[in-house]
């Protein structure tokens, strides 16, 4: 027996079917506690040599294991009075009574201006996740609720400690109301595509089944394997699952519904489907996977994490549907397609289709077709003009405004913009002196405190006066550390929230220029031995490269003048370069595969015609499906989340109906048996008109 007809074998089919079920009730067990392994902590994401990862085990040396709440009253009507130095006194020592604050709490501290009053309030850290509740996140809930109590006082609750708690109070539920909307988007785009009230639940039951495996299999590596994962992992796995897994139903299914035309024993069409769609399913999983697994080489711990996180979703999704969905399918019997079932000897839909005719049309012209459609994306992509993924402060991470930011701006208007955010300088106790005179004299730092000594090393903070995660409080970190650096015996090292920052940049910078390239060699490496070619991966991987240009050009307009926000995270274009090249290839791969098919009995220019026709409804539903699974991520309250989910909408739409439909085709077209060289097929091909019949002459015959 044949490893493609295991699924749809008469007995094999329940023998696959009896083991989904086992495995199934296995990984529930393990998926549940999915929440429990999740890590946001600081030191879990950056680069293990990186100075500020290592300042942080330092640091809790001398600084207990907190999150600092930074709380500003306000008088709008004037300057503060005795009176509310008062209130912001009594407060101090209600905060001091919460289950998880520690001492000491510094302030109450008046603004030069005489406007307004600060507290700043450490809390216990501890937390379990970004669903589950938390230390700073009761804590902080607590001292708002008694705040509210102080009428005439505006009052706001910042720092890191409020930025958790709202992060953590926007992201709760998030993940049952993203997972259920991702159904609803795949529900109701299959049944459009199907027209059918049944056959969406098939592969609809078989992605879930892959999403809870794969959750499974996650825990499983980080619990005894050692791997990390973050909040935004849950997320993205999601959409990722649905999206990935319901592209290769639908080119399977597609393909079995072809079959059961020309086989009247349904065992036999699948089979066949299996062995002719299985190869560009399998091909296109594995693409996904390695390119994921490429980010095992990358300097940033959370991007080193997440990839092989999702190649685990990719793996369980893929898996599902090449074993369960046709086994359930072969199970199910023709009348899952009712009400139009295939029936044997029936025709193609597809062969009057609106996709036969775009074919004619590109024919036509092709030479025109491709460079038209190249100066479009071009100019599409002109958009990346000025747009810089590096400065994205966190007040502006959210799309609402939660009271984190603005009492950050609250602060921002009273005392020095840094004040919230210090920098912390580990050194040499021997060297505490000389250490803080540096420190002090170094332009852009102010109120450097006295050195605290223990087990040999040196304390201390200053506070910048630039606003934090901004160019110029970057420049006053760099500058730190090239004024400790040179301190004789010293052996100092800079670290807190804005070199955590700039340590994060830059190892996405380096990130992405390491992974670009890399994932891109593996993808044509990957198509080239699927299409025993050279010529047409180099082809492939110029207009997905194109349209991933062009995709980021208009999305970097649209983050800016339409959604409005302030910038982009230095990892987002690398995520979306892998999403766009990785998952866009999915579909010149689908494509591709099935013209290299063609091309054996009818020649390329035929066979890119046929290819099209024959993939064209599929492929556009896949593109569809994908597109609003990852849509589905712009309603989640991160700004990181909306601009990965409408940037790989957006580009999955324009892969679909243009580079995939149009311009691929046209270069196929133009470029005939070329496109297959060095292959047997670049040098003879069958005999073959150079132009498809036109539906008017095939309605004649």
């Not at 935004?232 to 299914?253: C, E, M, N, R």
């Not at 405004?401 to 950050?408: D, I, L, R, S």
């Amino acid at each position: 027996m044949r490893v493609t007809a295991i699924p749809s074998g008469r007995r094999a089919k329940w023998a696959v079917l009896v083991f989904w079920i086992g495995l199934l009730a296995v990984a529930s067990m393990f998926s549940g506690k999915f929440n429990s392994i999740v890590k946001d902590d600081v030191g879990t994401f950056l680069p293990k040599n990186a100075e500020s990862t290592q300042v942080i085990p330092l640091a809790k040396k001398f600084t207990p294991d907190v999150s600092s709440a930074v709380v500003i009253y306000e008088r709008a009507d004037g300057a503060v009075t005795a009176d509310d130095q008062a209130v912001a006194k009594a407060d101090a020592g209600r905060f001091a009574q919460l289950a998880n604050v520690t001492t000491p709490i510094v302030g109450p501290v008046v603004a030069k201006d005489g406007r307004a009053i600060e507290l700043a309030v450490p809390i216990k850290a501890g937390d379990t996740g970004h669903t589950g509740s938390s230390k700073t996140e009761a804590a902080v809930k607590e001292m708002r609720s008694i705040l509210a109590s102080h009428p005439g006082l505006t009052t706001h609750v910042t720092g890191p400690a409020a930025y958790a708690a709202d992060q953590a109070d926007a992201f709760s539920g998030a993940d049952k109301a993203l997972l259920l909307l991702t159904i609803a988007i795949v529900v109701v785009i299959l049944l459009l595509t199907y027209r059918s009230p049944v056959l969406w639940i098939a592969p609809l039951i078989c992605v879930g089944v892959a999403l809870v495996v794969a959750q499974a299999a996650i825990y499983f590596f980080a619990h005894y394997g050692g791997l990390t994962v973050k909040g935004d992992t849950s997320f993205i796995l999601t959409v990722l699952v649905f999206g990935a897994g319901t592209d290769y139903a639908l080119l399977l299914i597609a393909r079995y519904r072809e079959e059961l035309r020309r086989h009247e024993d349904r065992h036999e069409a699948m089979a066949v489907a299996l062995q002719r769609a299985g190869s560009a399913i399998l091909a296109s999983g594995v693409t996904l996977t390695l390119s994921l697994l490429c980010f095992l080489v990358a300097e940033l711990n959370s991007t080193k994490s997440l990839g092989p996180a999702l190649a685990l979703g990719v793996v369980a999704a893929l898996a599902a549907m090449v074993t369960l969905l046709p086994a359930l399918l072969v199970i199910l019997g023709r009348w899952v397609f009712w009400p139009v079932r295939p029936t044997f000897g029936s025709p193609e839909p597809a062969q009057r289709g609106p996709w036969t005719r775009i074919g004619h049309l590109v024919s036509r012209r092709p030479r025109a077709t491709w460079i038209g459609s190249s100066v479009v994306l071009g100019v599409l992509a002109l958009g990346l003009i000025g747009f810089t993924a590096d400065n994205m402060q966190l007040k502006d991470s959210f799309t609402s405004k939660p009271e984190a930011v603005t009492g950050e701006q609250a602060m921002a208007r009273h005392f020095p913009a840094g004040g919230g955010d210090p920098v912390q300088i580990i050194g040499s106790a021997g060297a505490a002196e000389p250490l803080r005179s540096a420190v002090a004299a170094t332009p852009g730092i102010t109120d450097v405190t006295v050195p605290v000594v223990k087990d040999g090393y040196v304390y201390l903070e200053g506070t910048l006066t630039a606003a934090s995660n901004t160019k110029a409080a970057f420049a006053t970190v760099d500058k730190l550390r090239d004024v400790v650096h040179a301190v004789p015996g010293a052996q100092a090292k800079v670290g807190g929230g804005n070199p955590i920052f700039l340590d994060y940049k830059r190892a996405a910078e380096h990130d992405r220029n390491l992974l670009v390239p890399l994932v891109l060699v593996v993808v044509g490496l990957i198509i080239g031995v699927l299409l025993r070619a050279v010529v047409a991966p180099l082809v492939l991987l110029a207009t997905v490269v194109l349209s991933f240009a062009a995709a980021l050009g208009v999305s970097a307009l649209t983050f800016k003048h339409i959604f409005g926000f302030a910038g982009a995270d230095p990892a987002i274009p690398l995520w979306i370069f892998v999403f766009l090249i990785a998952l866009g290839v999915d579909y010149n791969i689908f494509l591709m595969t099935r013209v290299h098919e063609e091309s054996k009995t009818h020649g390329t220019r035929r066979g890119a015609l046929r290819g099209l026709k024959a993939t064209g409804g599929v492929i556009t539903s896949a593109g569809i499906v994908l597109a609003g699974t990852f849509a589905a991520l712009a309603t989640l309250p991160l700004v990181f989340a909306a601009e990965i989910g409408f940037a790989v909408a957006f580009g999955v739409i324009l892969d679909t109906f243009l580079v995939r439909s149009v311009l691929v085709t046209a270069l196929t077209y133009d470029l005939g048996r070329r496109m297959w060289w060095p292959s047997a097929m670049s040098r003879q091909e069958p005999e073959s008109d150079l132009e498809e019949a036109t539906p008017h002459e095939l309605a004649r015959r």
